[in-house]
């Protein structure tokens, strides 16, 4: 089956509401409309307004109100039109869903899901290109995903949805129709906590995830005759899979993190951290990141592509350390 | 009412007297950390609205609602061993106070972010609409409270699907040392329920008759489908905001007027005019209600304590792999 | 009204109209990035609360609300600088459309959440009141951002302190697909005033002399020291929510009623009943209005677009040290 | 002159606001009760309503506000009553304020402070016990401080008011009254931006801010026949005073952050990160890091101690490194 991104979304959100009846889908203009980005296309329709619902204009209430789903046994998929105004929901995220399990002994999961079109490249400004995914890396009690690929986006989409804790799963809005992919028709998961090994390589490795996992792939294949790439798409990030990591450090001894997020502070800072510490012994080089730099993302092109890493960028960060 | 249902009522009130009471002797002796907030002179209101509901109903209590847990059927035993910070307590000593609610009893545990609870209650009544389950969520918020967005966008959802919860507005006039007049531009917090299409009430809340009356009338629509309700109790609470508080920015006059309006006593003049012997029901209960206090109290002292690695516990539903990170 | 003012209302309902069709025009020619939010059809709103405000006087306009941005002065270029996302822009490029202001002409840019002006424009209104300053703030929002706790923050405070600030309420019964059964339960978003211990009023926001009649009153209100107005204008938008937005969801039908209702068109009628040479002033404001987009245009085609690294300014206003970083 | 830490704050905001009639205090029981930590006691009855303002409870307005507050050329202080509670507000920061300048492409500034008790080891439990100031810490607009001393509470708390962006500014609750300390009598302001050199040292460089201090100086201290160890309490935390976090590394080559917060995804791991690759070079053992364990902080004390930093877990770390 050749699907986009969003495509795969769509049969994963699809598939569990077919599969479990637990399984509801709130947001702001999900079912009449089918998303802003149709991702939800054909549900309301499918499912009905009781399993589909149209929601106020009220980030916090619709996490709130899954969270009081959750407690009820229901499973609820949780739509921010845009990721960027998770922030208008943040505390019922961070506080009232995060802890929700933990503050009460034990006693109840909180299986929701919370998605969104995350990330830039689409001109969409300084509140259509948000990479917001290190605040929640830093709550426990959250899972966070962050697929690259469809069968990735499937897979992990039904990974979340069957979990029961609290995932943030990052769609990246620049890859919605830009990738297009076979992937089974049968039933697949993909688990959380697992990241992938993209490409093999024994000179320097890459840990990557969201839609830079494509330009590294690239320069991973163009550089081929420069440098033996090592490329690993991290797919979670809370929980990292440390394993995969430290594997591939320990084998390449060179560390390149690639995000699209921010730089400071980002999830790069994190793996930084802990592949300096506990791969101390087996570095040839310093441990190097790539992140967006300290701005927002702005609007006019030329001043985007200036902030956010791009396949030059990419391509000049790999030379660097491998020339180590 | 039966005279049994008229000496159960007296019964609850003078068992969450009894059981703030206690807490606030003992966190005065220095036997409690963190903070006590204590809901004496608003027992009404949780026996009212709590009493009769069923038990897979749900209550959202706020955090001076340690009285909606008694009734609504928490151990008092693990209510204290919590309040301890104790192992038994619902939240295993995560937290304290109200913050680990008894889920088994439908009674759920706040944060500390005043109203957050509301939207979370909202979604709870719209799982029992889309089911047709005749239940209903109750969630209690103080007047304080009532300014945050999320008091609005759960009262503005609750509108547009009718859904079967009541809004319960404890209204003690102060937020912390904040009065009513710094808090909002209008006399009554239920005024706002026209603007989301459904029915506002105020009631004395220290008139246990009067808020009986009103939670039925609310709890039987919600349960008809017949929408949502948002009840306005005037009350006051005895003590500071905390027991750390001294609460000098009320006047003792003012302290004095709203003790002359005790639920308890207020419930004792009407079973004096029900004839009742009064003294004989007061001995017994307080009797009880001692009884059941310091065996609460016992019980927390005897509940372990937990041990330090026990904080790595009860995070995730599906354990991640911790050796892997 | 003299016949000077009266043509000039009818100029900027028409430079608005044309500015939008322009865009609109441009929008599907591609020559324009990111989302495009035509305000077409509403333009009455903005003509009639901004024309007879003071320079200093604010607003707060929505993404809907480019025509706020001309009437209160913001220069024609820039603003279509500003949508072209070039150098010249009140944002510099940093952002387009309407997130960035003409702080000198009194404009405030919002960020894309929506109702996350309104806490502004109270905050502003606060100092206009502590300072005794008679200016006023105009705080514009959709009927779908109604629903955002933000919207009940704002307003609880400004009844609170009797703040000069008017919420103006564009009800265009659809927040992108959303139609207002789904977003309250209500009629009016209006009705939401009296909770705040306001007024609040619903007018024709087709009908230019009814939104001026409403917000001269509501501005004077403001002005004198009498508190907040709440004034909701039914509206319609012609488009869909953004450009891209095919508009399913609604009928022809409903549609072609509301251009039925166009506010140009009643204007033209009320030319014509005070006899004037309506063809004339069609003819001679259509070619005014037609140069002066023309000139904005090539003034934002002219204008420079950033280069990189401009995206690393305006960050702080006290620089921070990046060598040391 | 004698003053505790909580009481260099008030004293910082009294003179500020004497000095400057655009300064105001804006924030939930901040007047008539003068502060949930009496940190405001008497500025009602000095400056009255119209500046010292008892608001709703409402963060995202009090937030906001502030900014409106702001473009017309006020500088307001907003208290949380918490700082927990700073995530009600945490659209109005990261999107309203972080981006008024850089939106309005430099056209105003945003002159406000966010303020509130941080910090855990009182016993607050989930709610009251937070250092979240790792999300902030990602957003480009924002400065951010912790003050550890009595002396740099009122001198960073009189710039974060000059300072012409917004600030967030952390108080230590734990140290409130713990701390006192001689202060000069006369107007002093601590610059933002600038890290102390609280001790120096050969052996090893400690990296820390706010509570975790006394504890560093203390091991520092006791451990002084042992390791001799150079503590740098970094005081801002945005901008990070790179400068000085190099010098000391160049110097010891050897780096422990410590922290409060939570470890993963907290500052330490941008320190951390950005040490391992400048520094790499100079490095004798691998950067270490000691935050709060991966949990929410628990109100009993064994479980709270378990997940925050103690003094017994910064000597075994230091002891761990210095051995290295
Ligand atoms: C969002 C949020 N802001 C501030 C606080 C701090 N706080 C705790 S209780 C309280 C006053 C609450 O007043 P009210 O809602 O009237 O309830 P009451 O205590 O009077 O029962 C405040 C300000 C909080 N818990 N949550
Ligand atoms: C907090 C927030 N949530 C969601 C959105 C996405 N969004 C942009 S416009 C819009 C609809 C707005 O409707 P309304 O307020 O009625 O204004 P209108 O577009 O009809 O003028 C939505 C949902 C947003 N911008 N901000
Ligand atoms: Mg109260
Ligand atoms: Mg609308």
Redesign the interface.
């Known amino acids: 089956m050749l699907v986009t991104y969003i495509e795969a979304i769509r049969q994963a959100m699809d598939e569990e509401m077919d599969r479990d009846k637990n399984v509801?889908l709130l947001g702001?203009?999900v079912g009449?409309?089918g998303g802003?980005f149709k991702v939800s296309a054909g549900l309301l329709d499918k499912y009905g307004p009781?399993?589909v619902?149209?929601?106020?204009?009220?980030?916090?209430?619709i996490?709130?109100?899954?969270?009081?789903?959750a407690?009820?046994g229901?499973r609820?998929i949780l739509e921010m039109?845009?990721i960027?105004?998770i922030?208008?929901g943040?505390?019922?995220i961070?506080?009232?869903a995060?802890?929700l399990?933990?503050?009460?002994?034990?006693?109840?999961?909180?299986?929701i899901v919370i998605r969104g079109p995350s990330g830039g490249g689409v001109?969409?400004?300084?509140?259509?290109s948000q990479n917001p995914e290190?605040?929640f890396?830093?709550v426990?009690?959250l899972?966070i995903v962050a697929p690259s690929t469809a069968y990735d986006a499937k897979g992990l989409m039904k990974a979340a949805v069957r979990?029961?804790?609290p995932v943030i799963y990052f769609e990246n809005k620049f890859l919605y129709r830009r990738i297009k992919e076979e992937i089974p028709p049968e039933e697949f998961v993909v688990p959380i906590?697992k990241a992938a090994l993209r490409k093999e390589g024994g000179d320097l490795s890459v840990i990557t995830y969201g839609s830079p996992v494509h330009a590294v792939m690239k320069a991973a294949r163009d550089m081929a005759k420069e440098v033996d790439i090592e490329v690993i798409d991290l797919r979670t990030l809370l929980?990292?899979?440390?394993?995969a990591i430290r594997a591939s450090v320990r084998k390449t001894g060179k560390a390149l993190i690639v995000h699209e997020?921010?730089q400071?502070?980002?999830?790069?800072?994190?793996i930084?951290?802990r592949?300096?510490?506990?791969c101390?012994e087996d570095?040839d080089?310093?441990?190097?990141?790539l992140g967006a730099?300290?701005?927002?993302t702005?609007?006019?092109?030329?001043?985007?592509?200036?902030?956010l890493p791009n396949q030059e960028k990419i391509i000049e960060a790999i030379r660097t350390l491998a020339a180590y | 009412m039966t005279e049994q249902k008229d000496r159960e009522l007296y019964y609850w009130l003078r068992l969450i007297r009894e059981f703030e009471d206690r807490i606030s002797a003992m966190d005065k002796q220095g036997k409690l950390m963190g903070g006590v907030y204590s809901g004496k002179g608003q027992e009404a209101v949780t026996v009212g609205f709590c009493h009769d509901l069923r038990w897979d109903d749900w209550i959202f209590p706020l955090h001076r609602d340690l009285g909606a847990f008694l009734v609504k059927g928490a151990d008092p035993r693990r209510l204290m061993a919590q309040i301890f910070g104790k192992r038994d307590?619902?939240?295993?000593?995560?937290?304290s106070y109200l913050?680990?609610?008894?889920?088994?009893n439908g009674i759920?545990?706040a944060?500390?972010?005043l109203a957050?609870t509301?939207?979370?209650?909202?979604?709870?009544?719209?799982?029992f609409k889309?089911r047709k389950e005749d239940r209903v969520?109750i969630a209690f918020f103080g007047e304080g409270a009532s300014s945050r967005?999320?008091v609005h966008?759960?009262m503005?959802?609750a509108g547009?699907h009718k859904l079967p919860v009541v809004f319960v507005c404890e209204n003690n006039f102060y937020a912390y040392s904040t009065p009513n007049e710094l808090q909002f531009g209008v006399d009554n917090v239920a005024d706002r329920a026209a603007g989301y299409g459904f029915k506002g009430e105020v009631v004395n809340g220290n008139d246990l008759h009067a808020v009986m009356a009103t939670a039925r009338k609310a709890i039987d629509r919600a349960r008809k489908g017949e929408g949502p309700t948002l009840v306005e109790c005037k009350t006051y609470r005895y003590h500071g905001h905390s027991e750390h508080d001294r609460a000098d920015y009320r006047t003792e006059e003012e302290v004095i007027t709203w003790e002359s309006r005790d639920p308890m006593i207020l419930w004792e003049v009407y079973l004096e005019k029900k004839k009742y012997d009064v003294e004989a029901i007061r001995n017994e209960t307080a009797e009880r209600v001692r009884k059941a206090v310091d065996d609460a109290v016992a019980f927390a002292e005897g509940s372990p304590a937990p041990e330090g690695p026990e904080a790595m516990?009860?995070?995730?539903?599906?354990p991640?792999?911790?050796?892997?990170?």
Not at chain 1, 63 to 69: A, D, E, F, R, T
């Open positions: 509801v702001e203009d009449l409309l802003a009781d399993r619902v149209d929601m106020p204009i009220s980030e916090s209430l996490i709130g109100s899954g969270v009081g789903l407690v009820q229901m609820p039109q845009f960027d105004f922030s208008c943040f505390d019922q961070v506080n009232s995060a802890t399990r933990y503050r009460h002994g034990g006693q109840t999961a909180c299986p001109h969409g400004g300084l509140y259509h290190a605040w890396f830093h426990p009690g899972k979990d029961d804790d906590g929980p990292l899979d440390m394993n997020a921010r400071t502070g980002g999830i790069g800072a994190e930084a951290a592949i300096a510490q506990e101390f570095l080089g310093p441990v190097m990141r730099r300290e701005a927002h702005p609007f006019a092109p030329a001043m985007e592509d200036y902030v | 307590g619902f939240a295993k000593g995560k937290d913050h680990g609610g008894d889920l088994g759920f545990g944060t500390s972010m957050a509301l939207p979370v209650a909202a979604g709870m009544a719209f799982k889309i969520a967005g999320d966008e759960a503005n959802f547009v516990e009860d995070l995730y539903a599906m991640i792999d911790t050796e892997a990170r």
